[in-house]
């Protein structure tokens, strides 16, 4: 895929949804980090219901705390890995407030120190919170960066960098958003929606689906 193709297709994306952000719910750094450990193998809706309910009680790493694992996991318990999660997120807790003063860490490095916060948590955080121009490579960046021709790669980390060289710089604080919605909505996995999709004349995905239109 050349650089014009790459342009117009984020400049399509952008005239669409000027404003893309996470559908995770969260009204700080500390909340939306909570949220992105819980969303792992679990869907958006599932975890704003959860975080719906815990969040009124429990938006600080001390409220957290205070909660105690048990009590922790009562507002968590219908998301899936629950246990791993909450352990996760009480070491968190305490990481915050003894290195951190109780805020968000906003570098890469201390990021993912924390337990639960991989690369792509940690590129969520820094992205959305943050506003760095990150690419979180979850299955539906993967997906849509191999299928279309954007960013071919084997891995994520290797679709991560070739997203983050071939992109054009005005786009790169919101493409991570504009090509999770794509792929959530648009092109999904089992049969892409290509005859409602408005980037279709410059995908380079050779089995086409028009099916549903």
């Given at each position: 895929m050349n650089k014009?193709?790459?342009?117009?297709?984020?400049?399509?994306?952008?005239e669409a949804n000027p404003h893309p952000t996470t559908e995770l719910e969260y009204s700080s750094a500390f909340e939306l980090l909570i949220a992105v450990i819980l969303s792992a193998q679990a869907t958006d809706v599932g975890v704003n219901k959860a975080t719906a309910k815990l969040f009124p009680v429990a938006h600080t790493p001390e409220a957290?705390?205070?909660?105690?694992?048990?009590?922790?996991?009562?507002?968590?318990?219908?998301?899936?890995l629950y246990n791993s999660k909450a352990e996760n997120i009480i070491k968190t807790c305490?990481?915050?407030?003894?290195?951190h003063g109780s805020k968000v860490p906003e570098n890469r490095k201390d990021l993912e120190a924390l337990p639960g916060v991989g690369r792509k948590t940690a590129n969520v955080v820094l992205n959305t919170a943050f506003g760095h121009p990150t690419m979180a490579v979850d299955t539906h960046i993967f997906r849509v960066?191999?299928?279309?021709?954007i960013a071919p790669g084997k891995t994520p980390l290797e679709v991560e960098?070739?997203?983050?060289?071939?992109?054009?710089e005005e786009f790169l604080k919101d493409a991570h958003h504009w090509l999770i919605l794509h792929g959530?909505?648009?092109?999904?996995?089992r049969r892409p929606r290509c005859g409602s999709c408005l980037i279709e004349d410059l995908c380079e995905y050779k089995k086409k689906d028009y099916g549903d239109d």
């Amino acid at each position: 895929m050349n650089k014009q193709k790459r342009y117009e297709i984020f400049s399509r994306l952008r005239e669409a949804n000027p404003h893309p952000t996470t559908e995770l719910e969260y009204s700080s750094a500390f909340e939306l980090l909570i949220a992105v450990i819980l969303s792992a193998q679990a869907t958006d809706v599932g975890v704003n219901k959860a975080t719906a309910k815990l969040f009124p009680v429990a938006h600080t790493p001390e409220a957290i705390l205070d909660l105690g694992l048990d009590g922790l996991k009562q507002y968590i318990k219908t998301i899936g890995l629950y246990n791993s999660k909450a352990e996760n997120i009480i070491k968190t807790c305490r990481i915050l407030i003894e290195k951190h003063g109780s805020k968000v860490p906003e570098n890469r490095k201390d990021l993912e120190a924390l337990p639960g916060v991989g690369r792509k948590t940690a590129n969520v955080v820094l992205n959305t919170a943050f506003g760095h121009p990150t690419m979180a490579v979850d299955t539906h960046i993967f997906r849509v960066a191999n299928r279309t021709g954007i960013a071919p790669g084997k891995t994520p980390l290797e679709v991560e960098k070739k997203l983050l060289k071939f992109i054009p710089e005005e786009f790169l604080k919101d493409a991570h958003h504009w090509l999770i919605l794509h792929g959530r909505y648009t092109c999904i996995a089992r049969r892409p929606r290509c005859g409602s999709c408005l980037i279709e004349d410059l995908c380079e995905y050779k089995k086409k689906d028009y099916g549903d239109d």
